[in-house]
């Protein structure tokens, strides 16, 4: 058996590896998206909400990672997805007519996160379920939005294949 084989060193470094292939493709899966609404100056089909709800598990996932000194790919993880969900809340932004400048606000929701794992850090046991239960419940509006206008047009299907790629590798 390959496991037998090898060492914790060894299987340390595999680990890591493929977290770093899952972190790779979970960055770069947000990235057809942005140029997708970018090209089309547009948001139509893409969920405001949906990207709401992710970046309030991103910012809670990168600070908790922060301050319990997580390893590097999970951090890097978070801190990409805080980036890249940054970029949608600027693009729903400028692309809805009038101007919604509400979605600028969340960038600052960093801030909520780091209060409470620096006052309470025993909350951050708790906010660790944060990430992942937004992750689940930020599918619901973008089905919403896709029930509603008949078609998945506005999505980005590379993204959706770079998103499988990511779980498979973590």
């Given at each position: 058996?390959?496991a037998?084989?090898m060492?914790?060193?060894q299987?340390?470094?595999?680990a890591?590896?493929?977290?770093?292939l899952?972190s790779?493709?979970?960055?770069?899966?947000?990235?057809?998206?942005?140029?997708?609404?970018?090209r089309?100056k547009g948001v139509?089909?893409?969920s405001?909400?949906?990207i709401?709800f992710?970046?309030i598990?991103a910012?809670?996932?990168f600070?908790?990672?922060?301050?319990?000194?997580?390893r590097f790919?999970v951090?890097?993880?978070?801190?990409f997805n805080v980036?890249?969900?940054?970029?949608f809340?600027v693009?729903?932004?400028?692309?809805r007519?009038p101007?919604?400048?509400?979605y600028?606000l969340?960038?600052?929701?960093l801030?909520?996160?780091?209060?409470?794992g620096s006052?309470?850090p025993s909350?951050i046991?708790?906010?660790?379920?944060?990430?992942p239960l937004?992750?689940?419940?930020?599918?619901?509006?973008?089905l919403r939005?896709?029930?509603q206008?008949?078609?998945t047009?506005?999505?980005?299907?590379?993204?959706?294949?770079?998103?499988?790629?990511?779980?498979l590798?973590?």
């Amino acid at each position: 058996d390959m496991a037998d084989e090898m060492d914790d060193e060894q299987l340390l470094m595999v680990a890591n590896g493929f977290g770093l292939l899952a972190s790779t493709a979970f960055t770069l899966q947000y990235l057809p998206q942005a140029i997708y609404n970018w090209r089309r100056k547009g948001v139509r089909g893409f969920s405001a909400d949906s990207i709401v709800f992710k970046h309030i598990g991103a910012c809670f996932l990168f600070v908790n990672c922060v301050l319990i000194r997580e390893r590097f790919p999970v951090t890097l993880y978070g801190f990409f997805n805080v980036l890249q969900h940054s970029i949608f809340l600027v693009q729903f932004t400028i692309y809805r007519q009038p101007l919604q400048l509400k979605y600028m606000l969340w960038i600052c929701f960093l801030a909520v996160p780091f209060a409470m794992g620096s006052l309470w850090p025993s909350s951050i046991s708790y906010t660790n379920t944060v990430k992942p239960l937004c992750q689940i419940i930020s599918h619901l509006p973008q089905l919403r939005v896709c029930i509603q206008q008949r078609t998945t047009a506005g999505l980005s299907l590379l993204t959706q294949h770079l998103n499988i790629f990511g779980g498979l590798a973590g």
